[in-house]
Each structure stands twice: as structure tokens, then as C-alpha cells.
């Protein structure tokens, strides 16, 4: 399954799927402070017409700078350092243990889990113009909701590592 990120600002985009339609969503309120991310996933007409598209919230991230984060989903709450902690060196991989009670791994350095892969957006000066798109593999669409959600938070995490390795790069350079 291949779907299409409207933009690589991971905590407001539109996630379509191959057929174009729209899949979820996320929306990051600008405030000072702690902020919500809202992911909304496309409500299951049963079959009616509906004139809007409608969406039910799957979940929230709350992003916290020096506490452990947190997801709230299905009426529970956790911290992102019990539900997808540190792994590996340096602490580039996130392990998460799926709904099927399986263990899964986003990698924050190659952007893979080990049934998808992020791919990032691309102008079009070498190759093709592209959008970012995240491909998932069929074992997990039982699971698409997990891999959604922690696909936004480690890839908010990949993003703000790189942005930080590139303020270090310009403080040093005279």
C-alpha cells in the first residue's frame, strides 16, 4: 500500500491512499507550550452519501520538549518512553509492540520500520518530482493505525534530530 503525505510537515498533512482519497489527517494548532497533534482517520460511511467528508479521531500525540511525550488513543494514555521506547545505538531505533502483540522497529537514521518505508519528497532538480509517501506492507494494514501513529511521532523525531545536526553544522563554520 502506497500512501501520498500532502506535505512533509508530518504533524499537519493529509494522507491519501493510491486511489487519490483521502485517509487521515493531522493538525498541530500553532501555541506556546505543549502542543496536541490531532490524527483523524476517514469515517466508514456504511454505505451513505455524505456531502463532507467526515473523520473520527484516531488519536493525539502531545509533544513534550524535556518529559516523555505522550499518546492518548482507543481511551487510554501512555507515555511514548513505555509505548515506543529507545533501542540501539544512540537510540536511533523505536521498538513499539503491535496490536497482533508482535514487536516492530522504526529506525529514525533510514526511515524503516520493518514493513515500511518512509520516502521523502523530492523537487525534481535530479529525477522526478515527488511527494513524501510512506509505503506499507500488506502483513500490516490489520495495524494501519499504529503504523500511523507512530510514523508521525518518529518521524517528528527523525526531522528534529537532522534540523539540530544542521544548527550544529552552521554554528561551526567561520
Known sequence: MLLTLSTEHIRNTVITNEQGQIVYKTETPFKLGVRTTTIQKIKSNDGQYHMQTQFDVLGEIEWHKFASSKFRYGGTEVETKEFI??????GRERVFMGP????????????????ARFHRATLGIIGRKRKAMLEVSPEVTHMMDTVIMTFIYVEKLRMD?????????????Y
Do not use: M, N, T
Not at 521506547?85 to 544512540?90: S, V
Open 100 to 115: 497482533d502483540s508482535r514487536p516492530y522497529r522504526w529506525k529514525l537514521k533510514s526511515r524503516v520500520v520493518v514493513v
Open 161 to 173: 534530530k537532522e534540523q539540530a545536526s544542521r544548527r550544529r553544522l552552521y554554528c561551526h563554520i
Open 85 to 90: 521506547p529507545k533501542r540501539g545505538l544512540w
